[in-house]
């Protein structure tokens, strides 16, 4: 398993943007996939977007689709979300997971978790 710090969520307006980082401590990113999820108050943690370890295919869940990009960083040990045209309906604590076997979408899919980093959209 590896360590996860995610950083970067916060308060923005509808419409806004916000990157989301999510940063390995101890072992080196690049030898995981690593997904985005997100969970609201009362439901299911739902997966957002995942990178491949080399970076060279990405995942979205269908809402997603052109309003973020998932990046990764090997060297700086990072992986990005970038989220634009942000809606109400993005609220969510959002986690990071990493794997070294796959890369799924689903939560099962991902062996190590972040501890979260909340994005709150107002209207």
Do not use: H
């Not at 995610?6 to 308060?11: A, T």
């Not at 997966?47 to 269908?62: E, P, T």
């Not at 604590?93 to 990493?98: F, I, P, Q, R, S």
């Amino acid at each position: 398993q590896v360590q996860l710090v995610e950083s970067g969520g916060g308060l923005v307006q509808a419409g806004g943007s916000l990157r989301l980082s999510c940063t390995a401590a101890g072992r080196t990113i690049s030898l995981y996939a690593v997904g985005w999820f997100r969970q609201a108050p009362g439901k299911e943690r739902e997966f957002v977007a995942a990178i491949s370890r080399s970076g060279g295919g990405a995942r979205y869940k269908d809402s997603a689709k052109g309003r973020f990009t998932i990046s990764r960083d090997n060297a700086k040990n990072t992986v990005y979300l970038q989220m634009k045209s942000l809606k109400p309906e993005d609220t969510a604590v959002y986690y990071c997971a990493a794997d070294s076997t796959g890369w799924g979408t689903s939560v099962a899919s991902f062996g190590s978790w972040g501890q979260g980093t909340q994005v709150t959209v107002s209207s």
